[in-house]
Structures are given as C-alpha cells and as structure tokens.
C-alpha cells in the first residue's frame, strides 16, 4: 500500500533582526540573506546604511528553514527553501513576508518608503514573494542573483513593469554569477519591461559597502 501525502498548516516562530526604529523611520529597507547565511550576521553589512542616511530601518527576516553548514555539528545557516518541497516552501516564506512587512508598515509613519533588496538566494525568494502579493516597494534590488526562471512570463511582466525601480547589482569577480549571466539577467528583466539600473563593483559573490551607500543616497527624500 503507498503512502499518501497531506498537507499541515501549522504555527511558526520567524526570527528576524532590526536596525533603527519604526516609529520615526523615514524609509525602510528589508534585505534577505542568501543561502546559508543568518540574518544576525547579514544584518551587519547595513550599518553603514543606517549610518549614512539617518532616518533609515533596515529589517533582516531569517529563511524559515535551518541546517548545519557542515557535518552534524559547528556553524548554522538558514535557507528560504530547497528543491525538496519547494512549491509548500515559497508559499510559507510569501505568507511570511507579507505578514512581517504589514507588521512594520503598521509601526512606521504613514507613507515610508520601502526598499526590498536580496542578496543571492535572497534575490529570488523577494521575487517570488512578489509574483505572488500586492505590495510593490519603491525601489526592488535583486543583487548576484537570476531572476526565476521557472515562472508566468505574464506575470513577471506585470511585476516588473509595475515597479518604480528596479537595480542589479553584481560584483566583476563573482564565482557564482559570470559576466555573460549578468548580461542575461539584465537583458531578461529587459525584455520583461523593465529598465534595471545596473551596478559593478570590484569583488565577488558578497555585498559591497561603497554601493550599498550608493544606493541609500539614491533613495534617501529629496
């Protein structure tokens, strides 16, 4: 006799971590970590984003999902979702994003900015969110990352030409993501509608501060 799979909507305890305060905020930033990393130690690029545009909350929610980076022991990562599951996965972690963001917006002055950006695995896990809720942020950064492939092109399409803005960010010697795939990814949210501005830098698969401070003051009020 097979076994048959069901379905268990159950309670969950996100973690995510904070930098600044919601009731004077004056733009707000939610920033996803990439595969294997925690959001205590993502959160630490964005000091120099508070820092130099004062007024800024950045909020960092952790991936649902936790898993020992090596062996059975040592250090912990989080992952949004794997392969295993992953349609019940996406639609957890788009159920979690929406629920946290209304929790911050209700917590900020009326009107605040929000800036959603999404390093690696972080990129993809903002996109998805968005194909699937209402919400658009004024400024959407997707940084080394692809774009899923895996969708509705009508729904990208809508997405996408929907956003006020839209920046793509990779660093000139990342392992993961090469120049002809930056290319790709840039020409795709092209033809999708939409005019990404596009930043280099000189490193790798890693956030980089000196952009990070590019893009606060490009969205700090005029």
């Not at 903002?126 to 969708?151: C, G, I, K, T, Y």
Request: net charge neutral; proline share 5%; charged share 15%.
């Amino acid at each position: 006799m097979d076994a048959h799979e069901h379905r268990l909507v159950v309670p969950r305890t996100a973690r995510y971590y904070q930098l600044g305060d919601l009731a004077t905020a004056q733009r707000l930033w939610v920033v996803c970590h990439g595969y294997g990393q925690l959001a205590a130690y993502f959160i630490r690029h964005f000091r120099t984003v508070v820092e130099h545009a004062p007024g800024t909350v950045v909020v960092a929610p952790e991936g649902l999902s936790k898993f020992y980076l090596q062996g059975t022991s040592g250090r912990v990562g989080a992952t949004w979702m794997t392969r295993e599951d992953r349609l019940t996965e996406i639609e957890d972690y788009a159920r979690y994003l929406d629920q946290l963001l209304g929790q911050l917006q209700a917590c900020c002055p009326p009107g605040v900015p929000v800036t959603l950006l999404g390093f690696s695995q972080g990129a993809s896990t903002l996109s998805r969110w968005l194909l699937r809720s209402a919400f658009r942020p004024a400024h959407l950064v997707l940084w080394a990352s692809s774009f899923p492939e895996d969708v509705d092109p009508a729904a990208v399409q809508n997405l996408l030409t929907t956003l006020p803005k839209i920046t793509y960010v990779c660093g000139d010697t990342d392992a993961y993501v090469s120049a002809s795939r930056v290319a790709e990814q840039v020409q795709l949210l092209r033809q999708h509608g939409a005019h990404p501005q596009v930043i280099g830098f000189a490193g790798g698969h890693e956030l980089n501060a000196s952009v990070l401070r590019q893009l606060s003051a490009q969205n700090a009020p005029v």
